[in-house]
Every structure is written in C-alpha cells, then in structure tokens.
C-alpha cells in the first residue's frame, strides 16, 4: 500500500508523489496510503509537495469504488488532513486533475499547473455531486456564480482559465517538479502560515446576492430530470447558510443520497459501458496506421455527411467517381451555408476546402490511407477501386457485404446511429479477416472524429437496424391494441428519449433494413401494418416529405398527421381488431422488455463483444436517455425475474419477438446480472 505514495525530502520540503499510473484513481488503498504520508512527514521538513506520476496529476475516484473501506478514510477526512497540515502543501498539477483529484488541489493551500491542464469537476456527469469537499471550497474559492458553472456543466477548463478565475495560483514555467520545489522553498523564506480555503469568506460576504444567484440556477434547471444538478446547488447554498463543518456534512449526505440511487448507477453503468466499448486489449503492443487522406465513394447524402465531417477533422478527401460528379459542388454548398449561419468562419471553410480533391476515378484514386464506400443503391460499388494492398477499405453502405473483397484482411463495414453519421455512433463491424491493426487504425479515427465506437464481432449484423427493428416490433404491438404511433413516441420521450421509434424509423426512411427487417417468430395474432402501408403510398420517410409523420417549411421536424391515426383505426377494423387503449406505462415496458431481450439474443449469437456494448448503441446511436443507462442496466434494475416473467406473459399469447433469450434463465439461475452476460 505504502508504494502507491512516494515521499522524498530535499532542501526543507517534502514531495509526496502519487505513484498509481496512469490516473493514481483515489481508490480505498491510495486514500490510505495519502493519509498515513501526512501523519509521518518529516518532522524538520516545513513545506509539502502533492505531484502525480503518470498520464496524469489525478483522475479522481475509481467508479467501481465509491464508498470508502471500513478501516480506511473517506474522500472527506482525507481532504481534512491535507487541509488542516500544519505547513504548506502544494498541490503540482500537470494534465488532468478532475473530480476527487481536483479536490486534493482545493484542500491543498497552493495550486501550479504546468502547461496546458485541465481542470474539472465531471461528478455531475455520473449523477452525484462532489463528495470530497468542493461545493464548500470552490464557492469560497472562485465565488458562488463560477463554483456552479464549474460544477453544473461537468466541464473541464484550460490553466489559463483556472488562473482567471483564482483557482490556481501560478503555471509552472519549465520543469513541473523543479517549478514546485521553488515555490515551495520561497513559501518557506517568507515563513507564511497555511492558507487554509475553509477560512476564506470574502466570496460569501455578500449573502443576498449570492442568494439571488442559487435562485436564478435553480429555476434554470427545475425542468431537468436529473437529481445531481439540484443537489449541488442545494450544497452551495449550504456553504452560505452554514458552518464549514456543517456543510461538509450536507455535502456527504447529499453525496451518499445520490450514489445510491438508480439514476446515479445508471450514468455510471454508461461511464464504464462507454470505456469498455473503446478497449482492445488484444490489439496491446499494435500500433494503429495514421489515416490523413481518405477517399469517398457515392454521391447521396451520405457520402456528403462524410466528406464534410472529415475535412472539419482536418483529413484530406478524395472524391471518387465520374468527371459530372455533382458531391463537390455540395461539399461547397454547405460549406458557404455553415459561414453564412456562423457555425464556421470563413478561414476554417476555406481551409477545409483546400484539402478536398476530386472527382477522381475509383480506379485510379492512387495513394490514400482509408477509402469508404458511401454509394447507395445501384451505384458502382468498391469492385471498382483499385487500392494498394495496404489502403483499409470501410464499406458504409445499408447493405454492407463483405464477401468476396480483396484484401478482406484491410476491410470492414461501419454502421451508424440515427441520423445516420450526425449521430455520435459508430459501429465497426469486423469480416471474418479483418485483422486486430485494421480496427485498431479506424478507432482511431473514429477518436478523431469525436465518434463513440462499438466493434461488432460480425459484419452481417448491423446492430443499430436489429435494436431499431426490435423496438418497431414492440411498438406496433402497442399500436394493435389501440395506440398510434405518436402516442407511442410520446411515451418514450417521457421516459426520456430523445426521439420514438416512429420519428426515427422517419429519419432513416422507411425503406431501411430497420422498417423491413422480419421478427425471430411470424406475429400470430395480427398486426396492423402500418408501415407497409405508407410504403404503398410512397410516404418513406422525412426525406420523402411525409412519412409517420408529415413535414413542411413550418415543420420541418415533423408533426402528427390526422391521416395516420384514421389509417391505424383502419387497420385494426380490417383485421377486426377491438378498439381498446394502452397506457404510456405499458408501452414503455413493452419496448425496454423487447429491447433487452433482444440484446441478450445478440449477446448470445455472438455479435457484440459485450453486452454493454448494446447500451451504448442505444444511447449514442438511438437517443436512448444516458441516465436511464440502457435497456440491458433497466433490465438489471428491474430484475431478471421479472423481465422473463413478463415476456413469458406475452409469449403465451404470441411468440413474435416475446420469447424469453435462453441465456436469461441461465443468468436468473445463478444471480448474475444481464449486464455481465
């Protein structure tokens, strides 16, 4: 334990290192051996040295760790003893210092940041407010209106920023530690007491005012469904009204309360499933290839979605195709419309565009890292590329197929969310040959790109159309037994969707493999086709102009169509279906039960490499709401049992997509959660 913390003494001045890399996360063993470092300083030492080894000055807490151990201290006594160190410490800070590592800085008397780092207080983000102090110190600190910001928006902020705001004292010109250990040896010379921020009040003297801004801040948020938001700022204005001890206390409690509620562990669920998605640990040892120029093939919506979004990353585009190619003069168009509605200056388009080339023949594309086959429909397809044999090969069609590529080693599919590439998703569906370096290099990438990837284990499953699929299935049930699909999309957006099933079956089209793909089970009772109707009618989608929904200039995200709801009446009296109603709460239920069930089929087929993974398609790719964390963490918090009990309820009536995945009564049997299956 004592090796997670180093401690070195040189001219007076004592240099605790936290020795955990990469992030010296403040798990039980660190906080303990932090704490047993302060109670056996060196006697004649007068000043300490708090530093970071690694990729990091501190990362905060371990997330699968957040209530201390029994014998050890809390996140609070720890802060405590730092604070309350009767010589001056200096907190050393280089890269990140977030969360409880930024707490470690504010319960230090001095704050240095080399060049360049990043500081934060991202606890908000994973549904619990600071537990080690902050919303006491920080409004003491850098004032109650600047604490909040910090606090609410779960964002980090640059050095330069942090010394505006006198949160951090000086940045360290040169060596970090050689920066520090001067500091700390004129601290010395000048003989100054520890400058404890418990005692400052100069930033809380002004009570009404203060009181005027906690009211303004909570207003701002009362229509969030988020608890933590509201919590800390309950916490800031216990750091106005109460003794510092006392708050600490409010703070622990509000803490506590927090972590251990559902939508708490459910952020947190989706903080691990996101960083497990991105991990490779058979690729360790690979290096990934460097993608600076890519080439894209088609001509349709697309491809422009992603020759746009790659020169805004900075790479060089290649437009594949014939000389009358229209893509270019698109590229342009929106280009010219982003500076005239000021989302880009006209110097970041113009330098965009001097990195697009093209059009240029699919056979003669020459030396390009990456190509991506974008081509829709009956367009010539990347048989006709001629590549090296090591230029990746990324097919993002609808349809991808990969059987019969050459070079299948450098090839595979990407799969998107909806709207298809808008979306923060994408999916990297490996071939049986694709190789470890090929998803490695378009990870990458996808970092790049600001995209949350999810590696499918088989490109012939496009996981996002099977989830969407799924979650159409369920809701056309609802809709046999009386809803329309409004109603339907209007429940899931209570329970805090981003969009319904019916608005994103508009935005892919409802001739997409989602709006067709067939269920495991024909339905034995009878469902009301409502979406083979609108095919008949040519209504495919937000694209087409109507679809679910209908669209106009004064519409242009869609609004519900009287037509729609007389065809759903129709439907079910020409299927002499009774006209009965279901309740929003059944429809939610129906689709989570749905969705997890079908996520345990893809688990168990071998699809992903993680059931997690399903989670985080649904959030990123699908609007699923983060702080519900899934359908696979609901089903946890449910309970396996009666997730399999209700969906053997449904399959006595009608198998369709209700029969229970074999896996769960596996799961059931041995008291193991879905979300570890």
């Known amino acids: 334990m004592a090796d997670l913390v180093t401690s070195a003494s040189k001219d007076g001045v004592t240099t605790l290192t936290l020795a955990d890399p990469p992030v010296n996360a403040l798990g039980g063993a660190m906080r303990q ?36 151990e029994e014998d050890g201290p809390s996140f609070g006594d720890l802060m405590d003893c730092i604070e309350g160190c009767d010589r001056p410490v200096v907190a050393a800070m280089h890269s990140r210092a977030t969360g409880g590592g930024m707490e470690l800085a504010l319960a230090s008397h001095y704050r240095l940041t080399a060049q360049g780092t990043r500081l934060g207080q991202p606890e908000v983000t994973l549904g619990f407010p600071p537990g080690g102090g902050a919303t006491q110190r920080l409004p003491r600190l850098i004032g109650v209106e600047n604490a909040l910001d910090l606090m609410l928006s779960g964002a980090l902020i640059s050095d330069s920023k942090a010394i505006s705001l006198g949160l951090v004292d000086a940045r360290a010109k040169g060596d970090l530690q050689d920066f520090a250990q001067a500091y700390a040896t004129a601290l010395i010379a000048n003989a100054p007491a520890p400058r404890r921020t418990r005692d400052m009040r100069d930033h809380l003297r002004d009570g009404a005012a203060n009181q005027q801004i906690i009211n303004a801040y909570r207003k701002r948020i009362a229509p969030s469904p988020m608890t933590a938001p509201k919590r800390i700022i309950d916490c800031v204005e216990a750091a106005l009204l109460l003794p510092f001890e006392a708050g600490l206390a409010f703070e622990l409690a509000a803490f506590e309360e927090c972590v251990a509620a559902p939508q708490s562990q459910a952020l947190r669920h989706m903080a691990l499933a996101d960083r497990k998605a991105l991990q490779m ?37 290649t437009l594949a195709g014939p000389s009358d190619l229209a893509l270019p003069d698109h590229v342009q168009t929106w280009f010219d419309r982003a500076v005239a509605a000021d989302r880009l200056s006209a110097d970041q388009s113009d330098r965009a565009l001097d990195r697009l080339r093209g059009p240029v023949p699919p056979e003669a594309l020459g030396d390009v890292d990456l190509v991506i086959d974008a081509a829709t429909g009956d367009a010539p397809n990347n048989a006709a590329i001629s590549r090296s044999g090591d230029t990746m090969l990324a097919i993002a069609r609808d349809d991808a197929d990969l059987s019969g590529i050459a070079s299948p080693e450098t090839t595979l599919a990407l799969g998107f969310g909806v709207p298809p590439v808008q979306s923060d998703l994408l999916v990297l569906a490996k071939g049986p040959e694709t190789t470890l370096e090929t998803l490695l290099s378009l990870a990458h990438l996808a970092q790049r790109l600001n995209k949350q990837t999810v590696i499918a284990t088989d490109a012939r499953v496009d996981l996002v159309a099977r989830m969407l699929a799924t979650w159409r299935m369920a809701a056309d049930t609802c809709l046999r037994d009386g809803a329309t699909p409004y109603q339907v999309d ?32 024909a339905a034995k009772q009878p469902l009301a086709d409502l979406i083979g109707a609108l095919r008949k009618g040519d209504r495919l989608g937000r694209r087409a102009g109507s679809g679910i929904y209908a669209y106009d200039a004064a519409h242009p995200n869609g609004r519900e169509d009287p037509e729609i709801v007389t065809l759903c009446a129709q439907l079910r009296s020409a299927q002499n279906l009774p006209e009965r109603t279901i309740s929003d709460g059944a429809i939610q239920r129906r689709c989570l039960i749905a969705l997890a069930n079908e996520a345990a089929y893809l688990r168990a087929d071998g699809a992903v490499r993680q059931i997690t993974d399903l989670d985080v398609v649904m959030h990123h790719g699908l609007g699923f709401p983060r702080w519900r964390g899934g359908p696979v963490q609901m089903a946890d918090q449910m309970s396996l049992l009666a997730l399999r009990r209700d969906l053997q309820r449904l399959t006595d009536h009608d198998p369709f997509i209700w029969e229970p995945a074999p896996m769960l009564d596996e799961l059931i049997k041995n008291g193991t959660p879905l979300s570890q299956a």
């Open 33 to 68: 051996a932090l704490w047993d470092a302060f109670k056996t300083l060196p006697a004649d030492d007068r000043a300490v040295i708090l530093i970071g080894d690694g990729a990091c000055f501190c990362g905060g807490v371990d997330l699968r760790e957040l209530t201390p």
């Open 281 to 317: 640990p058979e690729a360790k040892g690979l290096s990934p290839k460097p993608i600076t120029r890519v080439a894209v093939l088609g001509q349709g919506k697309r491809a422009l979605d992603l020759s746009v979004m790659l020169l805004q990353a900075g790479l060089e585009v």
């Open 490 to 521: 209007a429940a899931l957006r209570a329970l805090g969707c981003l969009r319904g099933p019916y608005q994103l079956l508009d935005l892919v089209g409802l001739n997409s493999t989602a709006a067709r793909l067939p269920p495991r089970k």
